[in-house]
């Protein structure tokens, strides 16, 4: 079991089996030469387009209708996810030869670690023979300033990490000083102090508060822009996070608040960020009842509690027969308001070539 990366959050995978113990590994590679970026994509795009072809290939695990995971580079820092499965692994190996062999570049063994889960016996590591000449390493490791890890988050696993930011705080202490000055001076007169609640103190100055920023408020942004993301934007990690929490389910009608942190912290969000998200019809995919596409917000919250709601519909491209609406199920599965709003100001292009789009 290894960690896999998703924006800027870890999601693991729990083994039941010594098979799926077994199954996953991790590598991470450091060059041995100042230059390996300018050929890395190169080199390595045999990974992504080469082996996942080959039918005999098991890669890394990723949940069902996932996008395979392969590796993270960032110029000379690399990550190779892979499976344990002795055959898969002489192919990356053969890959990362060919790749020595035609830019030059020599991975720098005694820098590169092979990482696996923990109950994984050395003798299954030393039998090997692919992996021979790379270290094993020990979870948590750092990519990018980011500890990773598999098991359940521990606070010494990002003590480094607090380390850097302590002493970015402590660089700009000389810049807050006299803001803070003020605040002191504000909140102490001699030897007594005036006790305010933060939340106060958050208040704009207008409003008889000091104007400091909420973490709170600061982290609630963050999460609803997270699921902004999530929701509009085609990426590998909002690809992963639907297949993973979502699956066959609409992420608006998702009731599992299990998951990780981030997932949990995103569907608080998600309430307040939805009903801001009126979706361009292209193909027609946007659910008809759930997603705002009308103007007139979710029609399953906006028809009277009393009204029969055809739930054999649900994506728009269904309510059109042809280049034309279908007149005659339009008026079956709405009242005569929204039918004609429909009529006279839905625009769909019926272009299946593009998604449908946020504006």
Not at 113 to 130: P, T, W
Not at 260 to 280: C, D, F, K, P, T
Request: aromatic share 14%; with cysteine.
């Amino acid at each position: 079991m290894v960690p896999f990366r998703g924006g800027s959050h870890v999601w693991t995978q729990k083994p039941n089996t010594k098979e799926e113990v077994e199954h996953e590994i991790v590598w991470e590679l450091m060059s041995g030469t100042t230059n390996i970026w300018r050929g890395l994509w190169t080199g390595l795009g045999a990974l992504y387009h080469i082996l996942p072809e080959d039918k005999s290939f098991v890669g890394f695990g990723m949940p069902k209708w996932s996008d395979p995971l392969n590796h993270l580079a960032y110029v000379d820092d690399t990550i190779i996810f892979a499976s344990s499965h002795p055959p898969s692994l002489s192919k990356i190996m053969a890959v990362l030869g060919n790749y020595e062999k035609i830019s030059s570049q020599m991975i720098n063994k005694d820098k590169s670690s092979c990482y696996m889960h923990s109950k994984v016996a050395n003798g299954l590591f030393q039998e090997d023979g692919s992996i021979k000449g790379f270290a094993r390493g020990k979870f948590p490791f750092t990519y990018l300033g980011r500890p990773m890890f598999y098991t359940r988050r521990r606070k010494d696993y990002y003590k480094d990490l607090i380390k850097k930011v302590k002493a970015k705080l402590h660089s700009w202490k000389g810049k807050l000083v006299s803001f803070g000055g003020k605040a002191t001076s504000f909140l102490e007169e001699g030897r007594s102090r005036h006790w305010a609640s933060w939340q106060n103190l958050c208040l704009p100055k207008e409003e008889g508060g000091l104007g400091f920023r909420s973490l709170h408020d600061v982290s609630s942004a963050l999460f609803a822009k997270l699921w902004w993301r999530f929701r509009t934007r085609k990426s590998f990690w909002s690809n992963f996070m639907w297949n993973k929490y979502c699956k066959k389910e609409l992420p608006i009608m998702v009731h599992f608040r299990g998951g990780s942190h981030v997932w949990r912290q995103m569907l608080n969000a998600r309430e307040e960020v939805e009903h801001e998200i009126v979706w361009e019809l292209k193909s027609g995919t946007t659910n008809i009842w759930h997603e705002l596409w009308t103007g007139f917000g979710a029609l399953y919250h906006v028809l009277p509690e009393d009204f029969q709601i055809n739930e054999d519909l649900q994506e728009m491209a269904e309510l059109w027969k042809g280049e034309a609406l279908d007149d005659q199920l339009l008026d079956q599965t709405f009242n005569e308001e929204i039918a004609e709003h429909i009529r006279l100001n839905v625009n769909y292009e019926r272009n299946e070539g593009y998604w449908d789009r946020p504006y």
